[in-house]
């Protein structure tokens, strides 16, 4: 059935004995007490799905291969992924001067499957959205039709109204929220609230995934309750379902994630954006 083809628009892969990945040794943040489920190498072959769902493609964002030298990361991608079609994500500081912004940004661009950069703004982080050297990277990356991951906490609601300034002042600017904007139980409130301002500009797309990385054992209910606020304030042509593999394996296996998007009380239509249309044509897997 082709509603059952899929597109993954974040996932990452690792190589640990070839790159850096910092934040996946035991000694450094974060501290999670299961982080040993995934201090593994990952690639494409550990994708299981069953036959209700065909992968078609999906977008790799980079997972700190090595934040010095991005491209290597890139490289990586390019030996170890075949016979599927991908994009990738890579790691660039969104807060560099200018100059520096550029010529960094050009050691990535000759890699075709080059699609944008991230930059993880979460907590306190989330400030250095607002430096001053933000604004003319975004333009520049807009220029090159490069797209802004943006990984922060919905709740601030600084951070979203400056994202907004950013989008409208760059209309050809494409932002993409990573995570539904890390929204939980205790936030929802205020989450939700600051969904009527980033939903104010037609050039901001949002994820929905990474629901793990606050609540382990997460259910359906809740999922489906973020799904349909969501829908109340976005088309589904600006959502996207994705599974954060391998960290979705804090809570379930990459099978039962796609299970359960396939399960919420979605319209055919809403299915088809949401897992496949959207990131199609968004990251250019065409």
């Known amino acids: 059935m082709t509603d059952r083809v899929i597109i993954d628009p974040h996932l990452h892969f ?28 990952f690639s494409s072959g550990d994708l299981c799905l069953d036959a209700r769902f065909k992968l078609k493609g999906f977008v790799h964002i980079e997972a700190g291969f090595d934040n010095y030298y991005p491209c290597r ?24 001067p200018p100059g520096d912004f550029k010529k960094a940004l050009a050691n990535l661009t000759h890699h075709t499957t080059l699609v944008g950069i991230r930059d ?51 209309p050809n600017l494409k932002c993409v929220i990573n995570h539904a904007g890390l929204v939980t139980q205790e936030t929802f409130d205020a989450w939700q609230a600051n969904l009527a301002i980033i939903t104010t500009v037609p050039n901001i797309w949002l994820k929905v ?16 309750n973020i799904v349909d606020t969501l829908l109340l304030h976005f088309s589904a042509n ?15 296996s990459y099978l039962n ?21 959207t990131a199609l044509h968004l990251y250019q897997l065409s």
């Open 238 to 252: 600006r959502l996207m379902f994705a599974s954060n593999f391998p960290l979705c394996l804090f809570s379930k």
């Open 209 to 224: 995934s990474g629901f793990e990385m606050a609540d382990r054992g997460y259910q359906a209910v809740w999922l489906q």
């Open 73 to 96: 990361e890139l490289e990586y991608l390019s030996q170890s992924i075949k016979h599927i079609a991908y994009r990738a994500i890579a790691y660039l500081d969104i807060t560099q």
């Open 257 to 277: 994630v796609w299970q359960d998007y396939q399960a919420l009380s979605l319209s055919p239509d809403t299915w088809q954006a949401m897992s496949h249309d």
């Open 14 to 41: 690792f190589a640990l004995n070839e790159g850096d990945y910092h934040w996946l040794k035991s000694e450094n943040p974060p501290f999670w007490n299961d982080k040993s489920l995934i201090q593994r190498d």
């Open 120 to 170: 993880i703004t979460e907590g306190e982080d989330a400030t250095r959205l607002l430096a001053p050297n933000v604004a003319g990277n975004l333009a520049l990356l807009a220029s090159q039709n490069l797209i802004f991951e943006a990984q922060f906490e919905l709740v601030q609601t600084q951070i979203c109204h400056q994202l907004v300034q950013y989008c409208k002042a760059i």
